[in-house]
C-alpha cells in the first residue's frame, strides 16, 4: 500500500464524507484533550540527528525534535531566523525534486569492502580514526521554499560514507529528501555535484554518485549480526555542519534490536549507542573496534535529563537496501496495495453514518487494489479477518504476506459489507 500519493487531500472535496471545518476542529480539540493525560514515552522525544528547533511541551519539558536533514534551514522570515521543516511548511511545500534519479542495470558491478576474519585486529581509536575519516563524507543540500514571501533557498547538510571507490556514497534518506542539489565534500575539502541513485522513505537509506574524483578511500563493512553489547562503538560525522567537520566520539554498543518512532518514520532493529551523535551526523558512520562500518548513524532522543541515547541502522540492514537501489532504484520484495486512505475516526464515522476504518481516497491504477475491485468511496474495515481502523494496522497484515498472495478485505461500500479479494503486487514506487 502506498501512502505516499497524496499527502495533502483536500477533504471538501470528498462528496461521501463531510470532513468539514468544525468537525475537524472539535476531533483536534477531542484529541489533544486525550492527549494531554497520557504519560510521555521516550519515542515522544526521538529525532533526526540533524536540524532541531527546541519547544516546549505542555508538561514543561524542554523537546528537541528533528525535522529535516540539515544543520540549519534559513528562510527569509527576518534577519538571521532559523526555522524548522515544520515551520517551512505553514510557509508553502518544497518543489518536486529535480535531481537525476538513476538505477543501474547491473547489481553485480556494485561491490563493498566487506570484513576478512583472518586479517581483523582490534585497534586503537588513533588508528580507527585514520583508517576510517577518509572514507566519510559531508553531504550538502538545497532546495526552493516557495512561501508567502516568495521563493527563498533551504540549505542542509549530513553525512554520508564512501561505499566503493566508484564514487558511491550511503546516507540517510531524510538527508537528502525533496533537495533540488547535492554536493558531496570529501575529508580532504574537495566537493562534487552528487546525484541521487536511489532512495527509500521506510529504511531511510538513500544512495548518491559522485564522478570525477580520484583515489577514493571506501570504508570497510562489518558484521551487525555478531555485535554484543558493550562492545566499543565509535561515531564519525560532521555535526553542526562545516563547524565541526569529522568529529569523532566513542562510545559503547548499548543495545541492539530497538524500535524507534519519530514523526516521520519508524525504525526497526537499530543499534543503540552512547557514543555522541549530533545535528549533522545522520547518514555518517558507527564503527566497531576493528574499523568496520556496523550502522548508518539515523536518530537519536534528546529531552530535559536524556543523554547518550543514539541509534544507528545496521549496516546488514544496508547493504541489501543499497545493492536493490543501485540494481533498480527500488527496494525489491515489497507487497503492495496501492490506496490512498483516510483514517475515519469515531467521530467522523457518526457524521457520515459510516463504520470506522480506512476510507479509500484514490486508487492507484494498475494496482492489486484496481485490478480487485476496489473503489474511490469504499470503507475498509478488516483485513483477513481481523478489524483495520488505521493505516499502520493494514500494513502490519499486508507486511506479513509475499507478493502474489491474496488479501480478502472487508469492505463497506454503499451501504452494504462484502469481502473484496486482491492479489498483492510488487511495490515499485520507487522506481523511475
Known amino acids: 500500500m502506498d501512502f505516499n500519493e497524496k499527502k495533502d487531500l483536500d477533504f471538501n472535496e470528498k462528496k461521501d464524507l463531510d470532513f468539514n471545518e468544525e468537525n475537524l476542529n472539535d476531533k483536534q480539540e477531542e484529541n489533544a484533550e486525550k492527549t494531554e493525560n497520557i504519560p510521555k514515552t521516550i519515542n515522544d522525544y526521538a529525532f533526526y540527528t540533524e536540524n532541531v528547533k527546541q519547544k516546549k511541551s505542555r508538561m514543561g519539558l524542554g523537546i528537541l525534535i528533528g525535522v529535516f536533514a540539515g544543520i540549519f534551514l534559513t528562510v527569509a522570515v527576518g ?34 569492502n566487506r570484513f576478512n576474519e583472518g586479517e581483523r585486529e582490534v585497534k586503537s581509536i588513533v588508528e580507527i580514526s585514520a583508517q576510517v575519516s577518509p572514507g566519510v563524507v559531508m553531504v550538502t543540500t538545497s532546495a526552493i521554499v516557495n512561501s508567502m514571501f516568495g521563493a527563498t533557498t533551504a540549505r542542509g547538510s549530513g553525512s554520508g560514507i564512501i561505499a566503493n571507490e566508484e564514487g558511491y556514497i550511503i546516507t540517510n534518506n531524510h538527508v537528502i529528501e525533496n533537495a533540488h542539489n547535492i554536493n558531496v565534500i570529501l575529508s580532504d575539502g574537495s566537493e562534487y555535484p552528487a546525484k541521487i541513485i536511489g532512495s527509500d522513505v521506510k529504511t531511510d537509506i538513500a544512495v548518491l554518485k559522485i564522478d570525477g574524483a580520484m583515489n577514493l578511500t571506501a570504508v570497510n563493512m562489518g558484521d551487525s549480526d555478531k555485535l554484543q553489547v558493550g562492545e566499543i562503538a565509535i561515531a564519525i560525522g560532521n555535526p553542526l555542519g562545516t563547524q565541526l567537520t569529522g568529529t569523532v566520539t566513542q562510545g559503547v554498543i548499548s543495545a541492539t534490536n530497538r524500535t524507534v518512532q519519530t514523526s516521520e518514520n519508524t525504525y526497526v532493529n537499530l543499534i543503540q549507542t552512547d557514543a555522541a551523535i549530533n545535528s549533522g551526523n545522520s547518514g555518517g558512520a558507527l564503527v566497531n573496534g576493528y574499523g568496520e562500518v556496523i550502522g548508518i548513524n539515523t536518530v537519536k532522543y534528546a529531552a530535559s535529563g536524556v543523554e547518550g541515547i543514539g541509534f544507528a541502522i545496521p549496516i546488514n540492514d544496508v547493504i541489501p537496501i543499497v545493492r536493490d537501489l543501485v540494481d533498480k532504484g527500488y527496494v525489491s520484495g515489497r507487497p503492495f496495495i496501492g490506496i490512498t486512505p483516510i483514517e475515519v475516526t469515531k467521530q467522523l464515522a457518526a457524521v457520515n453514518n459510516i463504520p470506522e476504518g480506512l476510507y479509500v481516497a484514490n486508487v492507484v491504477p494498475g494496482s492489486a487494489a484496481e485490478l480487485g475491485g476496489i473503489k474511490t468511496g469504499d470503507v475498509i474495515t478488516g483485513a483477513d479477518g481481523k478489524e483495520v481502523k488505521t493505516a499502520s494496522e493494514l500494513n502490519e497484515i499486508r507486511d506479513s504476506k509475499k507478493i502474489g498472495e491474496e488479501l480478502k478485505l472487508d469492505v463497506y461500500r454503499d451501504g452494504k459489507n462484502i469481502t473484496v479479494t486482491i492479489y498483492l503486487k510488487e511495490d515499485k514506487s520507487g522506481a523511475n
Open 79 to 112: 534577519a538571521g531566523t532559523m526555522v524548522s521543516r515544520n515551520i517551512i511548511k505553514g510557509f508553502g511545500e518544497f518543489g518536486k525534486n529535480g535531481i537525476l534519479t538513476e538505477g543501474l542495470d547491473n547489481a553485480n558491478s556494485f561491490d563493498f
